[in-house]
């Protein structure tokens, strides 16, 4: 199993740009969630999911849309992009409520 | 929801003594608590994870306690090694909901 994967590891963007980060896990887990973490901060839920067809929202959820066509992947898009979303962004999963969450490696995210 | 607070939000420690960090929750209904390992430059690891019908768990050098009644928690790392140097999170979660993460606790090992 590759376990959870993301891409790209490091992007920079334009404030007022789009992009879309990548997340897959080939452990057939329901749950998905996305986090950014600041420095010296905390995890911050950004969306969830808990199965294909099923998203909502976490603490900080705006400027960011997601979607789970499939149980696979969970893409975290930016709509436009601003500085205040300089952050390295996490994906996760785990099977079920109660189980072990698998962490990616992150995506260091800069907007210029 | 869940409300997840963490102490302290630094720890030094010697070589070869114990850490101790202490988490409470607010949802009385959490009932997964797991504790999470990041190293510089990478995503967090699970190190020990404790459900509510268990009030203490070990692994090696590692344990957690739980106290359902006063709805808190904790790590305690004995015989600290240079290696456990790192920032490590708590975590809690209720059934069918979403892991809500404590603030972080960076622990520095001293030789």
């Known amino acids: 199993n590759a376990g959870v994967t993301q891409t790209p590891k490091f992007q920079v963007l334009k404030t007022g740009q789009s992009m879309t980060l990548q997340c897959a896990q080939d452990?057939?887990?329901?749950?998905m969630s996305w986090y950014r973490q600041d420095p010296g901060m905390g995890l911050r839920l950004i969306h969830y999911?808990?199965?294909?067809?099923?998203?909502d929202q976490g603490e900080v959820p705006n400027g960011y849309n997601v979607s789970r066509s499939t149980t696979e992947d969970f893409p975290l898009r930016l709509l436009s992009a601003a500085p205040s979303q300089t952050s390295v962004y996490f994906c996760?999963?785990?099977?079920?409520?109660?189980?072990?969450?698998?962490f990616g490696p992150g995506t260091r995210l800069t907007v210029l | 929801g869940e409300n997840v607070e963490q102490h302290p939000s630094t720890l030094s420690v010697q070589e070869g003594d114990s850490a101790v960090i202490k988490c409470t929750y607010s949802?009385?209904?959490?009932?997964?608590f797991p504790w999470y390992k990041q190293e510089l430059g990478k995503g967090p690891q699970l190190i020990i994870d404790?459900?509510?019908?268990?009030g203490e768990k070990k692994d090696q050098r590692i344990a957690v306690t739980l106290n359902k009644t006063a709805k808190h928690f904790s790590l305690h790392i004995t015989e600290t090694q240079p290696e456990d140097s790192a920032v490590y999170f708590c975590?809690?979660?209720?059934?069918?909901?979403?892991?809500?993460f404590g603030g972080g606790t960076r622990v520095l090992v001293k030789p």
């Open positions: 996760a999963s785990r099977l079920g409520s109660a189980d072990t969450q698998y």
């Open positions: 452990m057939n887990h329901e749950y």
């Open positions: 999911s808990v199965g294909a067809g099923i998203t």
């Open positions: 949802d009385s209904a959490s009932n997964y």
């Open positions: 404790i459900r509510s019908n268990v």
């Open positions: 975590a809690a979660a209720a059934a069918g909901n979403k892991l809500t």
